[in-house]
């Protein structure tokens, strides 16, 4: 009896330790493997060098190397309140018609501490924004402002 009992609660505790930890790596391929291979080649003492090859950001990247991974952010933001700052990637998947918004937030030391990610659906239409169709239009007293 005994053993069936520690036996139900080791497997418990195996699988909610296996559902419960954040992930501890994210892919994307927004760089090319080229540019990715010569930045790890330029740094050699670099310790995230299989991760940059990979196309993968892990916490604990600098600033550089997750620039090395992923590329320029689409957005940065610096916080307010502290120290901290939020890059922003959003990568388009046009098989499943979304778009996944990965915001990324480094501390103080330029560390990657953590990440979030959203995924924006579409049902039908367009979701292709092209700023040089849109036309912003300007009220007579702002633009007699700007004189």
């Known amino acids: 009896m005994n053993k069936v009992f520690l036996s139900i609660v080791s497997l418990s505790l195996i699988f909610s330790l ?41 916490r604990g990247m600098e600033g550089n190397e997750v620039m090395a991974s992923w590329g320029l952010p689409n957005v940065y933001l610096l916080s307010k309140n502290g120290p901290n700052e939020y890059w922003v990637y959003y990568v388009h998947n046009e098989d499943s018609r979304s778009i996944l918004i990965y915001t990324l937030t480094f501390n103080d030391k330029n560390n990657l501490a953590d990440w979030d990610i959203d995924i924006k659906r579409f049902n039908g239409g367009s979701y292709v924004y092209s700023p040089g169709n849109q036309e912003i239009p300007v009220s007579d007293s702002k633009a007699s402002d700007r004189r």
């Open 18 to 58: 296996g559902c419960s930890c954040f992930p501890m790596v994210e892919r994307e391929e927004l760089v090319d493997l080229c540019e990715r291979e010569d930045y790890v080649k330029k740094h050699p003492e670099c310790r995230f060098g299989e991760n940059i090859l990979s196309g993968e950001i892990v």
